[in-house]
């Protein structure tokens, strides 16, 4: 078992150092480029959705 490592009292950022690190847009534009995972697609409910209706009209 790993001992955790807690660090009470660490470095306090500034104000600027936080600034500069929040960049939202640049985390917008990444987030939409992404492709979205296929089974979060229409298309794929709709194939399991009609797979499964005629497995069970057939079966």
Do not use: C
């Amino acid at each position: 078992m790993h001992k955790i490592k807690i660090i009470v009292d660490g470095i306090e950022l500034s104000k600027n150092e936080i600034n500069e690190k929040q960049n939202f847009r640049k985390v917008l534009k990444e987030y939409q480029k992404n492709k979205p995972v296929i089974f979060k697609t229409v298309l794929f409910y709709g194939i399991i959705g009609l797979s499964s209706l005629l497995f069970f009209v057939l079966f």
